[in-house]
């Protein structure tokens, strides 16, 4: 008799395990459904996000250079393209030391230099996009034939990484110190017009396998470590 | 007493998961949710590893922090936790062997400019050494809730009638 009760509740115990890993089965399987279904979902908004991106309507200024992505300055044999992003301190620092003696040999006919801004640290000015804005307003400061002279004013005002950088205003005040009030590059900067140009000017840096700044190229080749001397010695070999 | 010592390690493991499996949550959503909101800068951090062409780079560098943040968010809610811790540590061996080619290279990797001073510091080569190691803790911490996934307050166990 209690042989056969013993019996019972084995059986019971059998099927209760059985219930149980069943279930532990299905939840496993439609759990890890879900967690595919979730991934594919998040890979995807994240594709979408990309290719809805909405840069704005793309203004080229006329005044620039190679393919509409520079501002040069003289005209000689070798080309020395910098690719800078105005709240960069490294930048900073390289127009300090070096930017005299590029903009000498570029007086004096020996180089062609071309300035690309390129706006790659937007997430160091708490939202205000201030790499954007600067490299947009270069490029309608460039259009107004003044593009040395702003450049060379948002430089000695760089502002320090993780503010909010220059605003607008402050850009226009600068360069009317520097000479250029001109109504047009007022209302440029005003209304962004370039900005949309700025990050079409970022994607080729990037695309061409950039991504520091500043990075220097001398006659299409990079200087690793750009200083006033690696990049003279550049030069000069350049030169030859 | 020993029995005593050996019953009371299991009952602790379900909490000891738990915090994995939050902290995990937390790193996921965290590294995602910096990355979220300029995804161009995503794009070019990637393709400064330069192991694809930019356009590639430009769809992992959109896609990633998606991905972050819904592993985060899965990890959070306790769904699946094996399966998603395995590919929280399936991913974090590619973080680390991305990390270990930018070293091996000698590519400068994760910073706009070359350092805040402009100077490449003696201290930029440890860099690598401590975030591989960090992503090493995270990879153990991944690998502890595939070998045991049972956690409190998760949906798992929500749906497997545990209480």
Redesign the interface.
Known sequence: MSKGKDRAALARQVVADQKAAERRRAVTLWTSVAVVLVLFVAGLIGYTTLTGQDEGELVVPSAAVDDGSAFAVGSGPVTVDVYEDFMCPACGNFEQTTGPALKQLAGEGRITLRFHPVAILDRFSKGAEYSTRAAAASAAAGQAGKFTEFHDALYANRPEENTTGLTDAKMIELAASAGLTDATFVDAVNEGTYKAWATQVTEKFSAKGFSGTPTITVNGEQVTDPTAETVTQAIEKATG | METARQSRMPAAWPWISTVARLGLAAVWLIAGGLKV?????S??AV??Y?LMS?DT???VG??????E???G??LLSG??T???AA?SAILMVIFIAGISWAWAEGL??D????????E?GAGETTAYGVDILRDVVFVALSGLLVWRPRTRFS??GL???ER
Do not use: E, M, W
């Open positions: 909101g300029d995804l161009a800068a794009a070019r393709n400064a330069q930019y780079a430009k769809v959109a896609v990633q922090p998606f991905l943040i819904a592993i968010l899965l769904l699946a094996r399966l998603t590919i400068r990797i910073c706009g400019c070359f350092s805040d001073g402009g490449l949906l798992d749906l497997l009638g």
